[in-house]
């Protein structure tokens, strides 16, 4: 595969390991043993029976009918909002705490934005009997409580970042941290494909379940693997990481990554990577990144906080940068008024994130027999307050 990491933990000119000393232990352990652990029969079964009975995999592939009529197309929604804790994020989850477990890391720490990261991995933790620190914005606690609760009753440690933005970025300098401070005790798992090598992959890998059960969910609905386009939302680009991740080499699937326009790409106020981003290093790996001249991370916007991030991760920068991936983007509005006309059309509210892949779709002009595959990656209640806030329904 041309698209996946290489062996120096490069995917093109993006990626690599850039962190400081301390931590240069901990990430060359994992860089030599996780492909080993991953690939070994008795962790397959483990992770294959946890996503099955814990998870609830496979999660349905529903063939949206009301959507198609009104967008001209055959429209599918991979159904990750129906997970165990509402989003994609526990598949990484479960695969990193079994990692971790035949590493003999006995405390877990985590970063979220959104809070679903946070809530899947307190959910293993509990699961596994591990003890667990997630930092998260001050910010983002506020407009995610719900999530911040669920933490809690979990039995996590919600510790806030009060630096910067108060936000998602601020949240992994503060576990980053954390990690320097502890580092033989303790595993990090990250939630996206960022990070220093071997995250970015460690973290697709896991997430590829998603592209692997939609082949074989279309084969079975439409005699054919291959949708002719796959839709995701992207901030740190996990849930985008595992929708495309078997369509790579496929060059006739077209694969679109939608960021957060915030309240517009040049309105100061936004979170549209591709748009703005210029090549920096950033939690540890080189990647696409909001700046300003003299390298500072500029302050990202977006309404809803898992894509509320300054880069884009070295898969999807690179992804980009060869035209692989089609990067497009949706604003705070247009992804709310998306958002309430799944849950008008479909009986499906979609998390504020998942909204804006689909609030992509009127950016496209789509033949009637077109398969269109949206990744829903999450549900919406965490984010009612904000729904009710915008309150145009």
């Known amino acids: 595969m041309k698209y996946t990491v290489d062996q120096r933990g490069y995917y093109g000119q993006f990626g690599g390991a850039y962190i400081p000393e301390m931590l240069y232990p901990n990430v060359e352990e994992l860089r030599n043993k996780y492909l080993q652990i991953i690939q070994s029969d008795d962790f397959k079964k483990e992770f294959q029976d946890l996503l099955k009975n814990y998870v609830g995999r496979p999660t349905p592939l529903y063939h949206a009918a009301r959507m198609s009529e009104k967008y001209g197309a055959k429209i599918y929604l991979k159904r990750e909002d129906l997970c165990h804790t509402g989003a994609h994020k526990v598949n990484n989850t479960i695969g990193q705490i079994l990692l971790a477990k035949r590493l003999g890391k006995e405390k ?118 291959f949708p002719d386009y796959v839709f995701a939302c992207v901030g740190g680009g996990s849930n985008a990481a595992g929708a495309f991740y078997h369509f790579l080499d496929d060059e006739h699937v077209n694969l679109v990554g939608v960021e ?101 779709l009127n950016q496209f002009e789509f033949d009637k027999d077109d398969v269109v595959v949206v990744n829903l990656s999450g549900r919406g209640d965490k984010d009612l307050e904000t729904y009710i806030r915008w309150g145009k329904y």
């Open 108 to 225: 877990i720490i985590a970063e979220t934005g959104a809070g679903q990261h946070g809530v899947a991995t307190a959910t293993v933790c509990a699961l596994m009997g591990m003890e667990c620190v997630v930092y998260m914005g001050k910010v983002d606690m506020e407009r995610q409580r719900p999530n911040v609760e669920r933490m809690r009753i979990l039995g996590a440690k919600v510790v806030p970042a009060l630096s910067g933005s108060m936000t998602l970025k601020d949240a992994t300098n503060e576990a980053l941290r954390h990690w320097i401070n502890n580092p033989t005790d303790t595993h990090y798992i990250i939630g996206s494909v960022v990070g220093p090598h071997p995250y970015p992959d460690m973290v697709a890998r896991f997430q590829s379940v998603i592209s692997e059960e939609m082949k074989k969910q279309l084969q079975e609905e439409i005699g054919n693997p």
């Open 260 to 360: 957060a326009a915030g309240k517009g790409v040049d309105s100061g106020e936004s979170a549209a990577t591709t748009a703005l981003g210029k090549v920096g290093v950033l939690h540890g790996s080189k990647m696409l990144l909001m700046q300003t001249e003299d390298g500072q991370v500029v302050e990202p916007h977006s309404i809803s906080a898992g894509l509320d991030y300054p880069g884009i991760g070295p898969m999807h920068a690179h992804l980009f940068e060869t035209g692989r991936v089609k990067f497009v983007s949706a604003t705070d509005d247009e992804a709310m008024k998306a958002g309430i006309e799944l849950g008008k059309l479909e009986g499906i509210i979609p998390a504020i994130e998942s909204a804006h892949a689909l609030a992509a």
